[in-house]
């Protein structure tokens, strides 16, 4: 598994897992520690890697997380696989060497086996996410099936797909997506990069890319809105870094990183 250096010395994993077999067989069991959220330098808390696989939606706030999480117990690197919570699935099911699965949805979660139960840590809700000052003056769901406009879909199996679905049936909206991706941020990359005019993504995505994109509002999201479990998954090789880094999430410091990024409490 591929890996490579995000700031402050967390690290993103690859999606690229084809040899997930021979990968597996590589994942060490590191040193025991706390399940409390801090942590010392003196070995009184969580030791070795934890790899945390996560919704493409949570990239920025776990990064920013585990980070954070790093910094409060030296003793610990964190690495995130980031894609869409029915791929992360399927990996984990495959034999990939995971400790934490954090998905967009309970439906992808309901496909793994968790050392215990999940527990749902935020929620998220969809907008309409449009060029920076809205050229073609979206304001409602029916707007998206205008004439020549180019609207991006997640997939279905995906959460954000399955959301989007539910969405424009409670609106009475029929849609052709011109594409479907694979996670909210393969939509959101096509409105960035000017290949569609609208996609449906996470009020979270929008706020990471103010820069780039305008969020639209519309009621019927109220509907639709994915609820974020995580677990510490049955087979990972470090438990005891895992349950930390679960603590650590549910924390007030995780949850305040959470929530200023767009996320509500459950």
């Given amino acids: 598994m591929t890996a490579t250096r995000v700031r402050g010395g967390v690290r993103l994993v690859r999606a690229a897992l084809a040899g997930v077999t021979a990968l597996a067989g590589l994942a060490g069991c590191a040193g025991g520690g706390t399940d409390a959220p801090g942590g010392s330098a003196s070995g009184s808390g969580p030791t070795g890697t934890v790899t945390v696989f996560a919704a493409a939606s949570l990239t920025e706030s776990f990064t920013r997380i585990g980070r954070d999480f790093e910094a409060a117990n030296p003793g610990v690197t964190v690495t995130f696989n980031f894609a869409g919570s029915s791929a992360l699935a399927n990996q984990i099911n495959q034999g990939a060497p995971a400790d934490v ?6 439906t992808n979660m309901q496909s793994v086996t968790g050392d215990g139960p999940p527990t749902t840590f935020v929620r998220n809700q969809l907008v309409i996410a449009v060029p920076t000052g809205n050229p073609k003056g979206i304001r409602a769901l029916a707007d998206l099936t205008g004439p020549g406009l180019k609207v991006a ?8 797909g399955a959301a989007a679905t539910k969405a424009l049936t409670a609106a009475r909206v029929k849609l052709t997506p011109v594409t479907l991706e694979q996670d909210v941020k393969g939509a959101l ?3 960035k990069l000017g290949e569609v005019d609208a996609a449906l993504v996470y009020r979270t995505d929008i706020r990471a890319a103010t820069a780039d994109v305008d969020g639209v509002e519309f009621p019927e999201s109220a509907g639709a ?3 974020y479990p995580i677990v510490v998954l049955k087979n990972a090789p470090n438990k005891p870094a895992a349950r930390a880094f679960v603590a650590y999430v549910r924390s007030d410091r995780g949850m ?4 200023a990024a767009g996320f509500q409490a459950p």
């Avoid at 879909?153 to 954000?160: F, M």
């Fill in 101 to 106: 699965f954090a998905s967009a949805s309970p």
């Fill in 153 to 160: 879909l997640c997939a279905e199996q995906v959460p954000c």
């Fill in 189 to 191: 990359s096509k409105v």
């Fill in 225 to 227: 809105i994915n609820d």
């Fill in 256 to 259: 305040a990183v959470l929530t």
